[in-house]
């Protein structure tokens, strides 16, 4: 089955943690993109990778790191110094040629 | 600046016809692009629009005019499922590929 996928759809944590959300494809595709969704806001870019080993920031960035050691992986981590953490995640991909990006289910974020 | 206007929120009747504009203001353009997302769900893609005039989709259909920095995203014979945000988004021409997005459309649609 081709696609992405994004474990899991539902995660809480305490104020304070660290969390690392999942993102995986199977789409070969080149680009995958880390994005945040709150209620009455657009999609907001958080960081965003060509290449494997390589990525770059978006413009909401602190807060947050990421990893590309793997062209199918994208692992997004909200460390504490994030400071409204909860939230709704996606990840997308986009392969070489194509102008579309292509999402996963999402995971929605809850810091208690 | 770089800017999407798009109405926060529309009503319609099954069966109907309605319209969704998109108004952009961005330092380059190498596309407009519409997405669909359910209430929890993902966006899906439904068109791309790089050149000017209409594209047609099924019952979908999607307009674009650069010179006036405006699309329509065109949805006939509403459907109940049709209910959802449709984001309108602009790809920024030699910005690595990424998306500026707008707030989205909440449309509603009533029987």
């Known amino acids: 089955d081709g696609g992405i996928t994004q474990s899991p759809k539902y995660l809480f944590r305490k104020e304070g943690q660290n969390v690392t959300l999942s993102c995986e494809q199977n789409l070969n595709h080149d680009a995958m993109y880390w994005y945040r969704q709150d209620p009455g806001q657009g999609l907001r870019l958080i960081y965003y990778?060509?290449?494997?080993?390589?990525?770059q920031k978006g413009d909401i960035a602190e807060g947050y790191s990421v990893s590309r050691e793997k062209k199918e992986s994208f692992p997004l981590t909200v460390t504490s110094a994030q400071k409204n953490p909860t939230a709704f995640y996606l990840c997308?991909?986009?392969?070489?040629?194509?102008?579309?990006?292509?999402f996963g289910p999402g995971t929605r974020l809850t810091v208690t | 600046g770089q800017n999407i206007d798009q109405p926060t929120e529309m009503t319609a009747t099954e069966g109907a016809i309605v319209q969704i504009n998109c108004t952009y203001q961005t330092s380059g353009f190498n596309g407009l692009f519409w997405y669909q997302q359910h209430a929890g769900e993902a966006p899906t893609f439904l068109s791309y629009n790089v050149l000017d005039g209409l594209e047609e989709k099924g019952r979908f259909s999607s307009f674009l005019s650069r010179s006036k920095g405006y699309s329509y995203l065109l949805l006939k014979e509403l459907q109940m499922k049709d209910s959802a945000s449709y984001l309108c988004a602009v790809l920024n021409a030699g910005n690595n590929r990424k998306l500026i997005w707008g707030l989205g459309t909440s449309l509603a649609v009533n029987p």
């Open positions: 997308a991909t986009q392969g070489t040629g194509d102008y579309e990006q292509y």
């Open positions: 990778s060509q290449i494997v080993n390589d990525f």
